[in-house]
């Protein structure tokens, strides 16, 4: 595990390939690509790693989320929209074990409070592989309201894909 809030890169990725096997409007074929990249970065990094990373992307999305599209017209209250909107609809998900609510909705908190959201859930110890499936979760419901807000399905994970590619070329 790195520390001070420092995620490896392929964690991240991976982080946003678990949302993809979420995603419905993945095809079969991206859909088992990501499962291998996943299953790559934990052999790699450890579940820990990958887990912290979707923290890290529940951070980003908030943040996006609360500036706003286009200089923050459509600016969402973290407080009286983008929270609760999230925690109500994490009953949707069969697998959402209710007692790692507190917990997601700490970590939304200290997004929307800018704060290092790794940071903030690394001082509670490792993610316990229940908590890690509902941050993924609350990953895949901030990047669906995303798309609802933008009005084009799918903007989130071009944004996040190209995203990824020019950090690969940055690196490669």
Do not use: C
């Amino acid at each position: 595990m790195t520390k001070d809030g420092v995620v490896v890169d392929e964690a991240i990725r991976a982080a946003w390939d678990s949302y993809r096997v979420l995603e419905k409007r993945t095809s079969t074929e991206e859909r088992r690509q990501a499962q291998q990249r996943v299953e790559a970065a934990v052999d790699a990094y450890g579940r820990e790693e990958v887990s912290r990373g979707t923290v890290f992307l529940v951070g980003v999305l908030t943040g996006f989320l609360i500036a706003g599209q286009d200089g923050g017209e459509d600016r969402l209250d973290p407080l009286s929209d983008l929270i609760p909107a999230v925690i109500r609809k994490l009953p949707t998900f069969e697998m959402a074990d209710p007692t790692q609510v507190p917990m997601v909705t700490g970590v939304l908190m200290a997004a929307a409070m800018g704060l290092d959201t790794v940071a903030w859930r690394d001082q509670f110890g490792q993610i316990p592989p229940k908590e890690a499936l509902v941050h993924s979760f609350v990953l895949w419901l901030l990047a669906d309201l995303f798309d609802s807000l933008t009005k084009r399905p799918g903007a989130i994970d071009q944004l996040m894909r190209e995203t990824f590619d020019s950090m690969a070329a940055e690196h490669g």
